[in-house]
């Protein structure tokens, strides 16, 4: 695993290293939020209207509680093909992922498989990162073979509705995250809506708070806190 991990980190980011994330020029109309009950584990939706379309972005995808033994497909199947029948949307446009733990990225294969991700969508996930589980390997081989879009979730790549409060550069095999654990890698991402804002922490610790210098400024500006240490079970 640990070999193929780094041959996947290194081929799809020299094949991704200059992408910048799309930027839509139409002014949403309505911004709608669903957050779906994985138990153990992370799964939130943000639909957003124009005058033209409908899109759909998610913030993490489990479906499966491990400390539990139990599958929520049901729970997401629902509440995508509400969203579909009621905004006529067929696919994740934008897929933004906090950090590489399994409870928030275990349902990445099951939308591939159920075609919510396909080509056209944006990927906002940290792929420098040295996570050497079987599960992340699988979903970076298919989302690789999909052909999608990979951005790097850093400061430098937010635009006016995606802010990334944190991190400023990726956390790799050199730059570890705070105390060496992936929590604190999380990224901070605030979607921002017609002067509203929505705040998706993953599970950042107090070592990675402490290095979030803008942080009571946005958090004191933000309309919404989505918290999610460790999951919709307790957050």
């Known amino acids: 695993f640990e070999t193929l991990n780094k041959y996947l980190i290194t081929t799809i980011n020299t094949a991704n290293n200059d992408n910048r994330p799309y930027e839509s020029k139409e002014k949403v109309k309505e911004c709608f939020s669903y957050h779906i009950n994985v138990g153990h584990g992370n799964c939130s939706i943000v639909v957003l209207s124009t005058d033209e379309k409908s899109e759909m972005w998610m913030v993490d995808c489990s479906v499966y509680d491990f400390t539990e033994g139990e599958f929520h497909k049901d729970s997401l199947d629902s509440c995508m093909e509400y969203i579909k029948s009621k905004y006529n949307i067929s696919f994740i446009s934008k897929l933004l992922i906090t950090h590489l733990h399994y409870d928030h990225i275990n349902g990445i294969e099951y939308l591939i498989e159920k075609k919510w991700i396909n080509y056209g969508t944006e990927v906002w996930m940290n792929t420098q990162y040295p996570w050497k589980q079987s599960t992340y390997n699988r979903i970076l081989l298919k989302l690789s073979a999909l052909g999608v879009r990979l951005i790097d979730p850093i400061m430098s790549n937010s635009t006016r509705e995606i802010k990334v ?17 992936i929590n604190n890698s999380s990224v901070l991402y605030q979607i921002c809506i017609n002067g509203k804002s929505m705040l998706f922490t993953g599970d950042i610790e107090t070592e990675g708070w402490n290095l979030v210098s803008t942080c009571f400024p946005h958090l004191r500006k933000t309309t919404y806190l989505c918290i999610s240490h460790h999951g919709s079970l307790t957050g």
């Open 165 to 181: 409060l944190y991190p400023a550069i990726s956390y790799n095999s050199k730059n570890h995250a705070p105390g060496n654990n």
